[in-house]
């Protein structure tokens, strides 16, 4: 037996168009909060595998850092130049290159090859001229290393242009300024 | 209705987008996002997370958020060149200029691995302690080329013209471009004592004088071993068996941390570990350290050579280990202290013999009491309170010094009757007196009667169970005594020998252990040698008196334990050969071989009695030698000699003598 009215049955068209707007919405929130949950479940959990390959490029990483850095005597400069290839491989990015470029010029300059310096800033220059400034006095030892007086002292002019226009305040500023006047003294003669 | 779906839409919008948002966040970078972004934190001891670190004066945490650089124009110095280096910042230390000065306490405490906070100046101490660790070989000076990490610790001054009424070293983190490229660095290395790479643990930009980087600062120098001092034993002599000593044994060093840091040591005997209390060190830095290691109370109850080992760890140095098996200077020798004891008569040194020509004919009668530096008793004796040990239960009677050997054995006074008593007695020193002026003299060989009318020995083999009959008997040359029998009972036999006597076995009284019948029973045995008297060393027992005569001239004949005088009488023997304690072979034979202890019931009489058992020990109040004058002796006079049969009774009386 039935009382009342007769039974209700479901049809959008009892809802205006605006209520319709917000339960699709929530809908779809919550479809991609479910895809998002999904996602977490299946990526966000580092594997082993993965833990492992951070392992191995945290290590990576270390060891070029302290051949780079000089945190400790005689590194293992030929794993890190290693590495270092490696990642210059692997990347497009021509700021990271850069940056590349930059270490395997530390680890050259370390052991004394001042040719690998000048090639390597070099080709960093080339690929982002921001630190252009500050590897100049670098670039113009290296010159000097090898002997090109006339190179050198172009690069300390570069490196005194830089440095003198710097704040007062700029770390190192004065002693770069001297060194360089000094040089670019020494080698205009 | 529509205005709450709405707003409930959006509310449940913005919940899951939240969640979304931190579901999307990995948990590594939530924890990462709420550190420090730069390297402040935990420079030099600083943990300030709200601040991060930064900013802050090392002396005085004042908050300045620029300045300059540590050293203007930098600060130069050649490679390797420590001298140059400590100059530049000790004369920025005693410089005029604030900023210089600030500058040099700031490397000088932060090399030393000061933290934030302290004190501002450099005591003499400090300032020594710096040189120090830059002089320390394992630390190496290196100016070179090489990058730095961009946002790393950095410092900068506070003060004068960026932030007057401030003078300090605030921590800062680098941005300059500079990071990154090559820049000119005084680095210090550190290469631990066990090896490995050599660590950076100080690093100072060139350019601007300012130390970078979270590091340590200089190790404090290890100390420079100087050696193993020798061991030592308190008290101040080998051990007896059971007796209690200590161990003191030294390291010396010199160097390294004030004061020094000592780490795990150790102290063995023969390998065993010992209780020992922690090493103290002693001396002071500038003249050098002691490490003195000593043992708790100590015994050791087998006799024997032991070897000692210490060590220590000193603070990074590896374990210094002194002593073992290779060191002469770390054993020590556990000895037993064989003794002398007599009961029932006196001990008397000194005397004089009516001594022979080698025919045995008296050619040097009984000598006038004189002085006899020779005649002096040593032994052991365990001292205060008992005075067990070494010592006769009635008197002694020596011409020179009594020393460790008691008379009336058994009271509280060692001395008491010693003669002399009168001078030499220093108790606590062992001294028991002596000096004593009226010798008896042996007249045994002089007063035989003629050897026509003595018994001849069939031979030079002799078994005392042989002697039928009372008498004296005569031999001439040397005579074993082998067989191990007994003499009967009623056997008074007196047996003189011109010649060496061996005695291979022993010699007791039939009836002795039984107990006699009658005063006639009793025994007597005296053997009269003109010559030396060698008790094999597996003799155990001897019943009766044995006199050894010595040559004419015996008072300057002097010892010779490898061929002993005639006159002597060995109390450990190989057949008639002697152990010689002064070689190494002869210790060992005494050693090894004479362990026994040897009981006479009755005298030993002689110009030297080499005393060479070694059986017991004071300490025990075990004897090596153990006289006992028995009553056979007077109740049975030698040589078939009648008792006055009108004694009723005998018995001692006081003085015991």
Redo the contacts between chains.
């Keep these: 037996m039935v009382v009342g009215g007769s039974p209700r049955r479901f049809s959008l068209s009892r809802f205006?168009l605006?209520?319709k707007l917000?339960?699709g919405?929530?809908v779809l929130?919550?479809i991609?909060?479910g895809v998002?949950?999904w996602a977490?479940g299946i990526f966000?959990k580092p594997s082993t595998a993965s833990t492992s390959t951070a392992a191995e490029k945290a290590n990576t990483n270390k060891q070029v850092?302290t051949a780079?850095?000089?945190?400790?005597?005689?590194?293992d400069y030929a794993a890190a130049t290693k590495a270092i290839d490696s990642e210059l491989k692997a990347t497009s990015d021509s700021k990271q290159q850069a940056?590349l470029y930059?270490?395997k010029?530390?680890i050259a300059?370390?052991q004394g090859n001042y040719q690998e310096?000048i090639n390597d800033y070099t080709q960093a220059s080339k690929l982002d001229d921001?630190?252009a400034?500050?590897?100049a006095?670098?670039l113009a030892?290296a010159y000097e290393q090898v002997g090109d007086k006339q190179q050198a002292l172009v690069y300390y002019k570069k490196a005194y242009a830089y440095y003198s226009s710097q704040k007062d305040?700029?770390?190192?500023k004065?002693?770069?300024v001297?060194l360089t006047q000094a040089k670019i003294q020494e080698l205009g003669q | 209705m529509s205005k709450f779906l709405f707003r409930s839409g959006v509310l449940f919008f913005m919940a899951l987008f939240v969640a979304a948002g931190a579901f999307l966040l990995h948990p590594e970078l939530s924890e990462a996002a709420q550190s420090p972004p730069y390297g402040c934190q935990g420079w030099y001891g600083r943990h300030d997370p709200p601040r991060d670190g930064c900013w802050h004066g090392y002396f005085y945490d004042g908050y300045n958020l620029y300045g300059a650089d540590v050293i203007p124009g930098g600060l130069s110095v050649a490679n390797g060149d420590k001298a140059g280096f400590i100059s530049r910042i000790e004369g920025y230390l005693y410089g005029a200029d604030p900023h210089l000065k600030t500058a040099a306490q700031f490397i000088i405490l932060t090399m030393l691995g000061n933290n934030a906070g302290v004190a501002k100046s450099v005591s003499p101490a400090q300032q020594a302690d710096w040189e120090s660790r830059i002089n320390n070989s394992a630390i190496s000076l290196v100016v070179h080329d090489v990058t730095f990490t961009c946002n790393i610790a950095n410092s900068f001054y506070q003060g004068p013209p960026d932030d007057p009424g401030m003078d300090d070293i605030a921590a800062g983190y680098s941005d300059t471009p500079d990071c990154g490229v090559l820049n000119t660095m005084i680095d210090f290395y550190y290469t631990p004592p066990a090896g490995g790479a050599a660590q950076l643990v100080y690093r100072i930009r060139v350019a601007c004088g300012n130390p970078l980087g979270q590091l340590p600062g200089l190790p404090q120098p290890q100390p420079t071993i100087e050696g193993c001092g020798l061991m030592n034993l308190v008290p101040n002599s080998p051990p007896e068996v059971n007796a209690t000593f200590q161990i003191v044994a030294t390291i010396t060093f010199s160097g390294g941390p004030n004061p020094p840091v000592i780490g795990s040591n150790y102290m063995t005997v023969n390998g065993v570990g010992v209780p020992f209390s922690p090493p103290v060190v002693s001396g002071a830095y500038a003249s050098g350290y002691t490490l003195t290691f000593t043992s708790g109370n100590l015994s050791e109850a087998t006799p024997g050579q032991y070897t000692v080992a210490w060590g220590a760890q000193i603070n990074e140095l590896g374990m210094k280990d002194c002593g073992g098996v290779t060191d002469a200077g770390a054993k020590f020798n556990v000895l037993t202290h064989p003794f002398l004891k007599v009961d029932g008569g006196d001990v008397n040194a000194g005397s004089g013999f009516a001594a022979t020509d080698v025919a045995g004919n008296v050619t040097q009668p009984c000598p006038a009491p004189t002085s006899n530096s020779y005649a002096g008793i040593t032994s052991w004796n365990n001292g205060a309170p008992s005075y067990t040990g070494a010592g006769t239960q009635y008197g002694v009677f020596v011409l020179n010094l009594i020393h460790n050997f008691a008379s009336n054995l058994g009271s509280p006074n060692p001395s008491s009757l010693s003669f002399a008593n009168t001078s030499n007695v220093n108790l606590p020193a062992g001294l028991f007196g002596g000096y004593f002026g009226k010798p008896p003299c042996v007249d045994y060989w002089d007063t035989k009667q003629p050897v026509a009318n003595m018994n001849a020995l069939p031979g030079s083999n002799l078994n005392v169970n042989s002697l039928n009959s009372s008498g004296d008997y005569y031999h001439s040359g040397n005579l074993t005594i082998v067989g191990g029998g007994n003499v009967k009972d009623k056997v008074r036999a007196t047996v003189y020998v011109n010649g060496d006597v061996t005695i291979k076995n022993d010699i007791t009284y039939a009836s002795a252990a039984s107990g006699w019948a009658s005063v006639g029973d009793i025994s007597s045995f005296r053997l009269v040698v003109h010559g030396r008297i060698f008790i094999d060393k597996s003799v155990q027992n001897l019943d009766g008196v044995y006199v050894a005569i010595p040559n004419a001239g015996y008072q300057t004949a002097g010892d010779n334990y490898g061929n002993p005088n005639a006159g002597t009488i060995v109390t450990c023997s190989n057949g008639s050969s002697t152990y010689d304690p002064n070689t190494p072979a002869g210790v060992n034979g005494i050693q090894s071989q004479c362990g026994s202890l040897l009981t006479v019931y009755g005298s030993l009489i002689a110009n030297h009695i080499f005393l060479l058992r070694t059986g017991g020990t004071a300490s025990s109040n075990t004897p090596a030698e153990y006289i006992r004058y028995s009553p056979e002796e007077w109740l049975a006079p030698p040589s078939g000699g009648k008792v006055d049969t009108s004694y009723q009774a005998i018995t001692g009386l006081p003085p015991v003598l």
Aim: no cysteine; charged share 5%; glycine share 8%.
């Design positions: 205006s605006r209520t917000i339960a919405a929530v929130v919550l991609v909060a998002l949950l977490y966000g850092s780079v850095n000089g945190t400790v005597q005689n590194p940056t930059s270490q010029a530390a300059a370390q310096v921001a630190q400034g500050t590897m006095v670098p030892k305040n700029y770390s190192g004065q002693y770069f001297n």
